[in-house]
């Protein structure tokens, strides 16, 4: 068991550095647990400026603010702020990519699984396995629930990206109709 505790240990310390620094095959690699797609109709080829992105998702008493960097012409990788007191701070389960399809017409919002959340489910799954039923029967549904309850939160979030950019990228005020005189 303390050689498992140990490796969790080096992939939360591998995993805090490659965030941290912005490594690009840490955002772009993991397990995609969010996917989002947005058609673009009018757009100048450039994703959001990572200044206004983070302005704009800023915490506040009960959530942490999404931090932006580009990493590339054509992606921007998101995350939770590392370290931001607040009143409700939650355990991030995903880091994200905003990511300019081929051809420019569109941008993917990808939140893929953060790799000391696997370390620590896989602790877990071993550690119940070693219960008694009864224990199991009370840890294993509090455990599903706790993470289904971190996941939806982060839903949420990368939600809001997704959907804050749908609006500023398809939200082109629909053309108004011409009038009697206009059509002649």
């Known amino acids: 068991m303390e050689a498992v505790v140990v490796a969790l240990l080096l992939v939360v310390i591998a995993e805090i550095i490659a965030s941290a620094r912005w490594s690009a095959s840490y955002f772009r690699s993991g397990i995609p647990l969010f996917s ?3 058609s673009v109709r009018v757009f100048d080829g450039v994703l ?17 603010s999404l931090v932006f960097k580009s990493i590339s012409e054509t992606e921007v990788a998101f995350r939770e702020k590392a370290f ?7 355990t991030p389960v995903m880091h994200g990519l905003l990511s300019l399809t081929p051809g420019r017409r569109g941008i993917e919002v990808v939140g893929r699984l ?5 370390g620590f489910a896989l602790i877990f799954i071993v550690q119940f396995g070693r219960m008694h039923d009864e224990m199991l029967i009370i840890f294993l549904p509090a455990f599903v629930g706790m993470m289904l309850l971190l996941y939806y939160i982060q839903y949420r979030r990368f939600n ?10 398809e ?3 629909s053309p108004q109709p ?4 206009e059509r002649g």
């Open 36 to 38: 989002k797609s947005i």
């Open 48 to 64: 959001p400026e990572d200044e206004a992105m983070t302005e704009k998702f800023k915490g506040g008493t009960f959530g942490q």
């Open 84 to 90: 931001e007191f607040t009143f409700f701070n939650s």
């Open 114 to 118: 953060n790799w000391s959340i696997l």
């Open 160 to 169: 809001r990206v997704a959907g804050y950019l749908r609006e500023k990228y």
């Open 171 to 173: 939200g082109t005020p």
């Open 178 to 181: 011409l009038s009697r005189e």
